[in-house]
C-alpha cells in the first residue's frame, strides 16, 4: 500500500519564478494538508484541501495556492518565488473524519 | 494562539538505555491533540504517539511512552531501550479539535543514539 508520494524530491528555481509541487495521498485518504518546513524549523502548516476545497489556511501570503483533483490529489502552487520560499514542503493526508495524519517525504525548494 | 516548546535542541542516549524528551505547549482550548512525530534523515515525518487531551491515560505504543500532564500542558515522550534506529529530529505537535489539518509543531530536539 503506497504511502503519501510527492514529486518532485528536489526543485531549484529562480527568484520571480512560479513553481508546482504535488502530492498524491494514502489510499483511502481524501484530504489533503500542505507545509513549510524551513531549515533547523518544525513544519508550519499552509493549508489543507478536502472536496476540492480550501478548508483552512495558515499565516501565508496569496502567493501560495493549491487545488484538489476529484482522485483527492493535489497541488502546491507558489507563484513570484523569494529566495525565503527556499524549503522542504510536506504533504500529509488524513482519512475522512479522523486525525491521522500520514506525512510524505517532501519536496525540497531551493530559490536562487 | 497556540505554541509548542520543545526545550532540547539535542540529546544523546546510550543503545539499551531510557531517554525523555520535553514539550510544552500553551493553548486555551480544551479538547486537543497532541503528537509526536519522528523525522530521520529520509524526511519523511513518521508518527510516533498520539494523545487525545480528554483522555487521562497516558499513551503508550511498544518502546514510547508520554507523560501527559493537562494542568501544566507538558506532554513528554519517553523513549525506553533505546535503539541506533530511533536516531532522528523529533517534533512535538499540537493539534485543536476541530482544526482542519493545523498541526503546530515545535522547533524539535535531534536524538543521538551512542552504540
Known amino acids: 500500500d503506497a504511502g503519501v508520494t510527492q514529486s518532485p524530491t528536489h526543485l531549484i528555481k529562480t527568484r520571480g519564478q512560479q513553481v508546482t509541487l504535488r502530492c498524491s495521498p494514502k489510499?483511502?485518504?481524501?484530504?489533503v494538508s500542505w507545509y513549510q518546513q524551513a531549515l533547523g524549523q518544525g513544519p508550519q502548516f499552509i493549508f489543507q484541501?478536502?472536496?476540492?476545497?480550501?478548508?483552512q489556511r495558515g499565516n501565508f501570503p496569496d502567493r501560495f495556492s493549491g487545488h484538489q483533483f476529484p482522485n483527492y490529489s493535489s497541488e502546491l502552487n507558489v507563484n513570484a518565488l523569494l529566495l525565503g520560499d527556499s524549503a522542504l514542503y510536506l504533504c500529509?493526508?488524513?482519512?475522512?473524519?479522523?486525525?491521522?495524519?500520514?506525512f510524505g517525504s517532501g519536496t525540497r525548494l531551493t530559490v536562487v | 494562539a497556540q505554541t509548542v516548546t520543545q526545550s532540547q535542541p539535542e540529546m544523546s542516549v546510550q543503545e539499551a538505555e531510557t531517554v525523555t524528551l520535553s514539550c510544552t505547549y500553551d493553548?486555551?482550548?480544551?479538547?486537543?491533540?497532541l503528537f509526536w512525530y519522528k523525522q530521520p534523515p529520509s524526511r519523511q515525518m513518521i508518527l510516533v504517539i498520539r494523545?487525545?487531551?480528554?483522555?487521562?491515560q497516558n499513551a503508550t505504543e511498544n518502546r514510547f511512552s508520554v507523560n501527559f500532564q493537562k494542568a501544566a500542558k507538558s506532554f513528554s515522550l519517553k523513549i525506553s531501550d533505546s535503539q541506533l534506529g530511533d536516531a532522528a529530529m523529533y517534533f512535538c505537535?499540537?493539534?485543536?479539535?476541530?482544526?482542519?489539518?493545523?498541526?503546530?509543531f515545535g522547533k524539535g530536539t535531534k536524538l543521538s543514539v551512542k552504540p
Open positions: 505537535a499540537c493539534l485543536k479539535q476541530g482544526s482542519q489539518g493545523n498541526l503546530i
Open positions: 493553548t486555551s482550548e480544551s479538547d486537543y491533540y
Open positions: 494523545q487525545e487531551a480528554y483522555k487521562q
Open positions: 500529509a493526508s488524513s482519512p475522512p473524519r479522523h486525525y491521522g495524519y500520514t
Open positions: 484541501y478536502y472536496e476540492e476545497e480550501e478548508r
Open positions: 489510499s483511502g485518504h481524501d484530504t
